[in-house]
């Protein structure tokens, strides 16, 4: 009812004087009385029944202010006060307590913002969840031979749309690039080229303009593209009057149609696509790509179950179809078949393990600020010892003590999430900054959200459990009368081993931590001096380019680009090539090669991976030639073909024989004939962790491309000669499209950049895990050193050595400190054992590390105990003893 | 004297309310009042009387104003709000019904009892 809702608002607000209710009573009393006394009483017998019958003022007084609405606030008010307050009396094992806190929290809290970042958080989508991604999947997939080439066909779309009932629909992406002509020049977009039915499929609806359905699309004369929410920002300058604009792109021309909300990614979550364009208008610009061959396999495709279908069956409509299909397309579908999984299980890959073995870290780490805040306060209650037993006295209920020190606890933890988010909020804006440079926007999203903020309160929760609980329940447990006595009580059996516990397994974990973080060092070290096959320390410029023209004209271009180049003042030397090694989109193209005497066939062959060079590139990458020679002037568009190999595939072809004349065929049906010029060492092509793999070298002019990367070399600073590189190509060849630039250095920090985060982020935590237990060390051991004040003093008395004293101490703490280590050891096994991906085969029980860490943990502790035990050494028997 | 009656869970609301519905009145004289019209049956107990008008208070149903009492001290009177009076209309109908009910267990009709 509304009136009595405002009441209960009103006095929520203003509260009744407590005077008031005093006044009430007295006149009460008074009535009471002057009935009795006109009954006949004496005033003494009067005044003693009316307060008999009146019974107790004070529970009468608590009730009526019960009644209260909301009073329990004043009660919470009163605790968090007395919280306050007891916080304040000891502020230096506070602000260890808050600091430990907000250390482990705030750890935890920019971990999660990160992992949900990258892997957790929904995709902006409609229904996320029951999102099913449909992956091409070889039936028997040869190791490593061709990459990972689960996207489909277009054809391939079309047929799983039409022919698997148990999907309501399916739509089709795939990234591309896209030149769009602006004010400041050509530039490079990276393109989401989707299916007609993308937009309505994914349920997203356009910041500004409007979203055309499918039937509309296909309809459409004109070519129409959809911004996102940055490119319209970056490129656009937010301005509204975009939409109905038409902007030239290298395809021709095209009508601005709507603006995506920010945030939305469609199914990425690695890059943010800039420009989204529906496969009708893509066609428009590339008419040859309307009947794509099925072996050109570039969409991914995404589907939605028809309600009361299942999973299952739409798997068991796939294979019926993939059947059919590797019979009516051999060539594109013989040995494939398609398999669909819910999307949030087939996202992350390798992402995934490292955010969950991260976020355990994390969670140990914080485990260790908890169980050291749990000991911190059991000392700490131990000296209020005396003042919950006279709380206890004075009628407190343990159920009302225990509220009380949880209140207390609680305020420390509120101390700690703030902080926690400070120190997050503060830690995720320095991620940026740590991001690899790959020329397109990052889709990264990393920021302080309601579900951070659920984790983070969350974790504060859970802390102030775990630390708060086991004192206060220690606490609370004795008596009034043991703890009112004068002699403070010996703490019960199981407290000081509980500790103990503890601290051994802060230890462990720390230790765990920092070997872990000795192994990852070891295996970035190990990466340096990898042999890779080229040199990747050199300072160059990478620069991706798009060159007009065809055959020999283009290769004019080239070899004027690359001339002019090594010209300019501070160029060591230029090449161009198809591609790099460790290309972004992993291995990268392939050839089939034939093995000497397989007959040609649909199925023949091997996939090679290859790369397309000029006649430079070997001298400026330092590629070494083991045999033979490199491309030549000689090697042109009209000369007989020629090929050089790496080690591998000229023995996979022909053994160890010398290989250098003779032929190899390329092309499974109608192989074409070359010869091997040459042979070069071994390399690593697409992931540092490969076994070794064959690879191809074809030149430039007989395997022309147009979109290639000019490397340039320097003997200085190669970002500091990008601007003149970038000017003297646009001078030299004005049609040149320039699409993105790097440095070497940086190209090489993006393929370790898993390697390194790793390494970042395990030497942080293992650090802070190793700093909190050293506190934790130091807290037990300087505990039991003023518990054991007495007994020194005895021992001193009767004639103890200082040194024989001094040991007893650090003896008890490095004890813990060995039975930690032995067994964090045994942890970093098993963690070792999660990682070998990330360790490039450096061993678990490296012992070089090993000794390193040991070395660092065995000082760090001594560290912790020497303070206590000098302080043992300081005890004054006479003092000591007088104390008691 | 006769043993006072435990009062039925929220009877003591309703007794209050009634006893409101005719004038505004100070504590002690809802007691009293209670206690004569019960004929000594009804004795409330100040430690429940004071908590179940500052209930009521907080419910919005009654309200007080501090005047003079008859023998000119100054007194918190109570007073019933709309809100109150219409809280007791429901609070009787429910009454009605649940003592009707409770006749019929007992096996005394309601005809009889009246």
């Avoid at chain 1, 709507?258 to 943010?272: C, H, K, N, S, Y």
């Avoid at chain 1, 320390?537 to 055959?551: C, E, F, K, P």
């Avoid at chain 1, 002019?564 to 972004?584: C, E, H, I, T, Y």
């Amino acid at each position: 009812m509304m009136t009595e809702l405002l009441t209960r608002l009103r006095f929520l607000v203003f509260r009744k004087k407590p005077g008031e209710l005093d006044e009430e009573f007295m006149f009460h009393l008074e009535q009471s009385i002057e009935a009795k006394l006109a009954a006949g009483l004496t005033a003494s017998e009067a005044r003693r029944q009316a307060m008999i019958e009146f019974g107790g003022l004070e529970s009468a007084r608590e009730q009526c202010v019960q009644q209260r609405p909301g009073w329990w606030i004043d009660t919470l008010k009163r605790d968090v006060c007395h919280g306050l307050r007891i916080l304040r009396r000891s502020p230096g094992l506070m602000a260890v307590a808050v600091v430990t806190l907000t250390l482990g929290i705030g750890a935890n809290a920019a971990i999660f913002s990160l992992v949900d970042g990258i892997w957790l958080r929904p995709l902006p989508i409609a229904d996320p969840s029951h999102l099913v991604a449909i992956k091409s999947v070889k039936n028997h997939a040869a190791a490593g031979s061709d990459g990972a080439d689960s996207a489909s066909s277009y054809g391939e779309y079309s047929d799983v749309r039409d022919r698997v009932p148990a999907f309501a629909d399916v739509a089709a992406a795939d990234r591309r690039g896209l030149v769009l002509q602006t004010a400041d020049g050509l530039q490079m977009l990276l393109a989401e080229v989707v299916s007609d039915n993308y937009f309505t499929f994914m349920g997203v609806r356009p910041e500004i303009g409007r979203l055309p359905d499918e039937s509309e699309l296909r309809r459409a004369q004109a070519p129409i593209v959809v911004l996102s929410h940055g490119t319209w920002k970056r490129v656009f300058g937010g301005n509204p009057g975009v939409i109905g604009q038409t902007v030239k792109v290298r395809g021709g021309l095209a009508t601005v149609l709507a603006v995506l909300p920010a945030g939305f990614r469609g199914t990425e979550r690695l890059i943010d696509p800039q420009v989204y364009i529906p496969q009708s208008t893509w066609v428009m610009w590339a008419p040859d790509e309307r009947n794509t061959p099925r072996t050109i396999r570039e969409f991914e495709l995404y589907a939605r179950l028809r309600p009361g279908a299942t999973l299952n069956q739409a798997k068991e409509q796939l294979q019926t179809l993939s059947a059919d299909m590797s019979v009516k397309y051999p060539q594109a579908n013989s040995g494939r078949g398609l398999t669909a999984d819910w999307q949030t299980k087939a996202d992350g890959g390798g992402m995934q393990v490292l955010s969950i073995l991260v976020l355990a870290i994390a969670g140990a780490v914080l485990l260790i600020a908890c169980t050291n805040i749990a000991n911190l306060l059991l000392a700490l209650n131990d000296s209020r010892r005396r003042e919950i037993a006279m709380r206890a006295a004075l009628g407190a209920t343990r159920g009302m003590l225990l509220r009380q020190l949880v209140t207390e606890y609680a305020v420390l933890a509120a101390f700690g999430v703030a902080g926690a988010l400070l120190l997050a909020q503060r830690l995720i804006s320095l991620v940026p900054a740590l991001l690899p440079d790959i020329g397109y926007p990052l889709g990264f999203d990393f920021r302080i959200d309601h579900r951070v903020l659920a984790f983070t309160a969350a974790a504060g929760v859970v802390s102030v459990l775990v630390c708060g609980l086991i004192p206060a329940l220690a606490t609370t447990r004795t008596s009034p009368l043991d703890a009112m006595r004068a002699q403070l009580p010996q703490g019960g059996k199981l407290r000081m081993p509980t500790r103990k516990v503890f601290v051994v397994a802060q230890l462990a974990i720390s230790m765990s931590l920092l070997i872990t973080t000795g192994l990852l060092i070891k295996a970035l070290i190990h990466i340096e001096s990898m042999n890779l096959g080229f040199s990747s320390r050199q300072n160059a410029i990478l620069l991706g380019m798009g060159v007009s023209g065809q055959g020999p004209q283009r290769q004019a271009e080239f070899d004027t680009i690359v001339t002019r180049m090594k010209a300019l003042p501070g160029v060591k030397d230029a090449s161009v090539a198809r591609v790099v090694p460790f290309p972004d989109s992993g291995g990268g193209a392939t050839k089939i090669v034939l093995a000497p005497g397989e007959l040609p066939s649909e199925t023949a062959g091997t996939p090679v991976w290859f790369n397309s060079i000029d006649n430079g590139y070997f001298r400026v990458m330092s590629v070494p030639l083991t045999r033979g020679r490199g491309f030549e002037t000689q090697d042109t568009a009209n000369s007989g073909r020629v090929v050089i190999v790496n080690q591998v595939l000229a023995k996979k072809l022909f053994g160890g024989v010398v290989v250098v004349g003779r032929h190899l065929r390329l092309g499974r049906q109608e192989p074409v004939d070359a010869e091997i010029v040459g042979v070069t060492g071994d390399g690593k092509y697409a992931d540092l962790n490969e076994a070794p793999q064959p690879y191809l070298y074809l030149p430039l002019t007989q395997e022309g491309r147009s979109e290639v990367t000019l490397i340039v070399t320097t003997a200085g600073d190669a970002s500091a000669l990008l601007p003149l590189v970038r000017k003297t190509l646009q001078q030299t060849s004005p049609n040149t499209l320039i699409m993105n630039t790097q440095t070497l250095t940086d190209h090489m920090r993006f393929v370790t950049y898993i390697n390194r985060m790793a390494v970042w982020l395990t030497a942080s935590l293992g650090g802070l895990a190793l700093l909190l237990t050293t506190l934790g060390l130091y807290g037990i051991t300087a505990y039991a050193v003023s518990r054991r004040t007495h007994e020194i003093g005895i021992r001193m008395a009767l004639g103890a050595l200082r040194e024989t004293v001094f040991w007893s101490v650090l003896k008890d703490g490095l004890k813990l400190t060995l039975a930690g280590m032995v067994l964090g050891t045994g942890l970093a096994l098993v963690l070792g054992r999660g990682m070998s991906s990330l360790l490039y085969g450096v061993q678990p029980l490296d012992p070089t590390t090993l000794l390193g860490v040991i070395v660092v943990v065995l000082a760090t502790s001594i560290a912790a105990l020497i303070v206590p035990a000098r302080r043992a050494l300081r005890v004054d028997p006479v003092v000591a003893l007088r104390e008691e | 004297m006769p043993t006072p009656t435990d009062l039925l869970q929220g009877t003591l609301d309703l007794l209050i309310l009634k006893t409101l519905a005719l004038e505004p009145i100070h504590g002690w004289g809802i007691a009293q009042r209670i206690q004569q019209v019960s004929k000594d049956v009804l004795q409330i107990g100040q430690g429940s009387l004071y908590p179940a008008l500052y209930r009521l208070e907080y419910k919005g149903w009654i309200k007080s104003d501090w005047g003079n009492s008859e023998n000119n001290r100054r007194a918190k009177f109570y007073r019933l709000t709309a809100a109150g009076r219409k809280q007791l209309e429901t609070e009787l109908a429910t009454w009605d019904r649940l003592s009707a009910a409770i006749a019929l267990v007992l096996g005394r009709t309601a005809e009889a009892q009246s």
